[in-house]
């Protein structure tokens, strides 16, 4: 597929200009409360998070909308949290991105951590591809695509971005 990369850059050059305002306004947002994903197995997924990861399991509760399934919370600092639920009795598929969906979840380490993960994740064997050298792609047991970036909150490869 061939595509028309000067229309795509001029394009994303008039929407920074017609929205990335000089004077930005205050978000309405106070933050993230939490993002959820899916899990199959509330305990591997747990043990991928908490014990691998390195993001403690702060609750378990019941999903309110879903009598049997867990709805369980993982700190991944700064006051956010990673969410899961588990859906027993329902066959949800694998993991697939589609519009609207989920492409992957990005969370901040300082470097240190993010050697230590690294290593963690080898161990493991867990697959994973680094890039720019400040970011680790990986999937989670279910498929969930995440990525450890060294980079600081508000910060990309070098650019501010908050």
């Known amino acids: 597929m061939s595509m028309d990369h000067a229309a795509i850059e001029a394009r994303r050059a008039e929407l920074r200009r017609r929205y990335v305002l000089p004077h930005r306004p205050p978000s309405s947002a106070r933050g993230l409360h939490h993002a959820a994903l899916l899990s199959s197995d509330a305990e591997r997924t747990i043990r991928f998070y908490h014990e691998l990861l390195e993001f403690p399991l702060t609750e378990i509760i019941e999903n309110r909308d879903y009598q049997g399934s ?10 956010n949290l990673l ?3 588990d859906f027993p ?3 949800l598929g694998p ?5 609207g969906g989920l492409h992957h ?4 380490v300082d470097a240190a951590t993010w050697e230590r993960l690294r290593g963690k994740l080898e161990a493991a064997g867990v697959p994973h591809q680094i890039e720019s050298g400040a970011s680790i792609y990986f999937r989670d047991p279910d498929g969930a695509r995440l990525e450890l970036l060294a980079d600081p909150l508000g910060e990309m490869y070098g650019s501010t971005v908050l």
Do not use: K, P, T, W
């Open 89 to 91: 009795g329902l066959d």
């Open 70 to 79: 867990n709805h369980f919370f993982f700190d991944i600092g700064n006051g």
């Open 83 to 85: 969410a899961f639920f």
């Open 105 to 108: 979840v990005a969370i901040s």
């Open 95 to 99: 993991y697939q991105e589609v519009l």
